[in-house]
């Protein structure tokens, strides 16, 4: 996400594309990507963690963030839940078909 630092894009859509890690440097976040489409990869709580970083703060852009069918558990859930507390920018996020999820 570094590369996507001073870039213009807004819409991002990686959906299977191997992605099974993430790292996002705070100091560098996309200022101007709202839509974030990671369908189809092998995400975990690793990278709920650090996709994270870019809901937080009064500055976050992010609308949607899409991770259907991923590898996310109850705990990425919760990381995603705390850091949303606080949030006032994403109107959607999508969770659907991560079997690590419990009812």
């Known amino acids: 996400f570094r590369a996507l630092r ?5 819409i991002l859509y990686c959906a299977s594309c191997g992605i099974d890690s993430i790292e996002i440097d705070a100091n560098f976040i996309p200022p101007n990507l709202i839509w974030l ?3 189809q990869n092998s995400i975990s709580t690793d990278g709920c963690r650090e996709l994270a970083k ?3 703060g009064e500055d976050a852009t992010l609308t ?8 996310i558990d109850d705990d990425g859930v919760e990381i995603l839940v705390d850091v949303l507390r606080n949030n006032k920018s994403l ?3 999508d969770l ?3 079997d690590g999820i419990s009812d």
Not at 6 to 10: E, F, L, M, T, V
Not at 64 to 71: A, F, P, T
Request: charged fraction near 30%; proline fraction near 4%; charge should be positive.
């Open 37 to 39: 489409y990671l369908r």
């Open 91 to 93: 109107t959607t996020l």
């Open 6 to 10: 001073d870039s213009p894009i807004k």
């Open 54 to 56: 870019l809901l937080q």
């Open 96 to 98: 659907l078909e991560n």
């Open 64 to 71: 949607q963030l899409h991770l259907e069918r991923n590898k």
